[in-house]
């Protein structure tokens, strides 16, 4: 079964629209996030939720929103699709960090969006 | 500086060899140090956590140098299935809020 599974796999779209990438995870983790690892291989951070509620939130546009409409899910809506938007994105989920201890995190396949 | 400094390599080793490969972080109060491994368009996954006693799983080794603020990762006897880029992962304080922060990756190549 697939911990943590995300859909599209594939996205390619024209500049200008609205798009949407869902993400699921069954492992009963309380924290998910949002990644998004660039051409260089950078992965960084875009959002973290526990337990649906908003705890990261990184200087990313406003164009990038995520809605967790219960704790197994995140899914990541992005307006007005710009050429530099063209990454992986991944989905991760963790238990919740103790402190300033993290635990393992649990990635998605990656959803590989082009804009055109 | 960077938050978390890898080398891009690619190491490029025989089979049997013995490869490590370095990292270094900026966060003298990070806490939480990892190893993950990203196969080409794929996840990356963990590989191993790095305590500061040092770890050992198998044919791998990580070490934590809390004073120089430096992790290393041996690889012994690497296989040509060991080929991937491996990540470094540190936690740190960022805008007043702890988060995993990932160095780009040191590629390893495992030739026959």
């Known amino acids: 079964d697939t911990a943590v599974s995300q859909t599209p796999k594939y996205l390619v779209t024209q500049m200008g629209n609205d798009k949407s990438i869902k993400c699921e995870q069954n492992?009963?983790?309380?924290?998910m996030y949002w990644y998004k690892q660039d051409s260089k291989k950078f992965l960084k951070i875009m959002f973290s939720y526990n337990n649906k509620e908003l705890i990261i939130n990184e200087t990313v546009p406003n164009r990038f929103s995520p809605k967790s409409p219960d704790k197994a899910h995140l899914n990541l809506h992005i307006n007005s699709l710009e050429l530099g938007d063209s990454a992986v994105y991944f989905c991760a989920s963790s238990l919740p960090r103790q402190g300033t201890n993290y635990n393992e995190q649990f990635f998605g396949p990656g959803t590989r969006l082009t804009v055109l | 500086r960077k938050e978390v400094e890898q080398d891009p390599g690619p190491f490029n080793v025989p089979e049997g060899a013995t490869v490590a490969f370095n990292c270094t972080y900026s966060?003298?109060?990070?806490?939480?140090f990892f190893w993950y491994r990203q196969d080409c368009r794929k996840e990356p996954k963990l590989l191993m956590s790095v305590y500061s006693s040092g770890n050992e799983d198998g044919r791998f080794t990580a070490q934590l140098n809390r004073a120089s603020q430096y992790i290393s990762l041996l690889i012994r006897d690497s296989k040509l299935s060991d080929s991937a880029t491996y990540l470094c992962?540190?936690?740190?304080?960022?805008?007043?809020?702890?988060?995993?922060?990932f160095g780009s990756g040191t590629r390893l190549l495992v030739r026959p």
């Open positions: 492992l009963g983790h309380d924290t």
């Open positions: 992962v540190v936690n740190g304080m960022v805008d007043s809020s702890y988060k995993l922060i």
């Open positions: 966060n003298s109060a990070s806490q939480s």
